[in-house]
């Protein structure tokens, strides 16, 4: 019997070498753990036809599927597929069908064929095509023993595609539904994972239904799991148990993010949004304009980084810039109300501080923020002190105000 059953084996010569991070592995377990699916192990070899067809002897007789990316582009030389074939003693051949999807994908892209191009359909001669619907690669997969083999391109869009089209549906056929692993997750804010362990009651927790933690900084994840019949409905108890003595802190559950609820909720309130970012250099601009929509709140963003583009887009007053600097709670209600006046909107935000890692002062340390809002009720400014590097002061900075926009958004729904 197979010792696991999910396993991931990327090819690529750059994860090894330090050149890049594994984002393939991390989009095939992403989209696998939202389906209910674990994988149990996880390989990376280079693009070297030897050590991947080690790796495919190895995975086909300890998991009951594989799924290998990489390798099978018109410039990989059909390593992957060269390699497939050697572990299950098959010969190599092109397969018609797959060479006829990359001339039609030539045609409709108005390339030209070459013998590079050809070499894409050469796969094992027992080998399923699978259709790839935005590039000119397609995937196979094999039938080993008690193993199944998906082999899939490694472009981030074909990969998780054709993972969604081609091999969820076999693993739905053929996993059964009792074994799969429900989940819901919870985005905190504003908690550390020792003092949300402290505030959850686990003594209350529906049986059969497990918590565990992990970080996507400043926030914390929150995993609820199950598995069995009524999973579901012992996940919704749980969640709802959970809700009660954390929902102050959610931002964002499983598949949301918390700039697109802030988004959504400030749509729904029928608010309008300007921004003022000096030491977060737009991250947080960026952040709110990611889904489509944004148009909806956001008026106007600007990265007012020197103290000219304070003075003359903001009308932040000279005085105050020479008095307490540009790092200052006066400066940062200035911001705030210079640009609610300028841009007429509902709401507008501001945010000064000093990302470091220089240009911190004892009285001013690396990791001051101030925040200031401009709304019908006036200006609301506070300081904070972030530690960390300069990216982690600017992405705190970032979600403090994504929290700040939250709850006022959610207290205007309210009134």
Known sequence: MPSFDIAILTTAEDLLSGDSTNSISAVVVDLLTRHGYR????????????????????????????????????????LTARAAARALGLPLVIHEEALEMVRTWCHNHHQSFNPANERVA?????????????????????????????FLPAEAMELRTMLEQ???????????????????TLKLFGLSEVRIRTMIPGGRLPEGVSINYSHDFPLVLVHLKAHGEEADERLDQAEALLLQVLGDHLMAREGQTAEGNVGQLLTQ?????????????????????????????????????????????????QAILLQHGA?????????????RHESGTDL???????????????????????????????????????AGDRSRVQRMSAFMALEWLRRFALQRLAD
């Open 327 to 339: 790092v200052s709670e006066p400066c940062a209600r200035a911001m705030a109300g210079g640009l």
């Open 39 to 78: 994988p149990r192990c996880s390989l990376a070899v280079s693009d070297n036809e030897k050590e991947i067809f080690a790796a495919l002897n190895y995975l086909s007789r300890q998991a009951r599927f594989v799924i290998t990316s990489g390798g099978l582009g018109p410039g990989s030389n059909a």
């Open 166 to 184: 081609s091999v969820l549906p076999q693993l739905k056929q053929d996993y059964p539904e009792e074994q799969r692993l429900h989940r819901r």
């Open 269 to 317: 309130a029928g608010l309008t949004l300007s921004l003022a970012e000096s030491c977060t250099g737009g991250l947080l601009s960026s952040m709110l304009t990611r889904d489509p929509g944004a148009s909806a709140f956001l008026n106007r963003a600007g990265v007012t980084y020197a103290d000219a583009a304070k003075q003359h887009w903001l009308k932040v007053p």
């Open 122 to 150: 050469l796969l094992p001669q027992t080998a399923q095509l699978l259709v790839n619907p935005h590039g000119m690669t397609p995937g196979f997969s094999l039938h080993h023993n008690q193993c199944r083999m998906f």
């Open 348 to 386: 507008a935000l501001a945010i000064t501080g000093i990302a470091g890692p220089n240009g911190g002062t004892p009285d001013k340390p690396v990791g001051t923020v101030y925040l200031a809002l401009a709304s019908d009720a006036g200006v609301h400014a506070q300081r904070y002190l972030f």
